[in-house]
């Protein structure tokens, strides 16, 4: 591709170093209010005690259990939970109404006679 003059574009090594460096950014935003924030205890969203943060022993990190703990731990007190499930929430909202779930049925005709349910009554149908 030619570049005329006064054109200016971004090639694609600068434009991955940005979206680099602003998902770096992001991320730091989150580790800084994650260490920072004040420990919650309790979801009142949910009606629950949160995971303690885990004390780490020697055996528990060997054996992996300390990882296991935190991942618990962070995933309940990640900044903007609330704020990420109901977004979530939302969306399964908006999907459910626009899909079919697993307990809807439905019936199609296939039949080029016009017989909707080849001779069967709906309840029929439903029965199966």
Do not use: A
């Given at each position: 591709m030619n570049k005329r003059k006064g054109e200016h574009y971004i090639n694609n090594s600068k434009m991955s170093l940005l979206l680099f460096f602003i998902f770096f950014i992001i991320i730091s935003i989150f580790l800084i209010i994650s260490i920072f924030a004040p420990e919650k205890t309790i979801s009142e969203r949910e009606n629950r005690?949160?995971?303690?943060?885990?004390?780490?022993?020697?055996?528990?990190?060997?054996?992996?259990?300390?990882?296991?703990?935190?991942?618990?731990?962070?995933?309940?007190?990640?900044?903007?939970?609330?704020f990420f499930l109901d977004v979530n929430d939302g969306i399964k909202k908006i999907t459910s109404q626009l899909s079919f779930g697993k307990d809807d049925i439905v019936i199609y005709n296939t039949d080029k006679t016009g017989d909707d349910f080849g001779g069967e009554a709906l309840e029929d149908v439903e029965k199966r």
């Open positions: 005690t949160l995971q303690p943060f885990p004390k780490p022993t020697i055996s528990t990190i060997f054996s992996g259990q300390f990882i296991k703990d935190f991942e618990t731990h962070y995933s309940d007190t990640f900044p903007f939970r609330n």
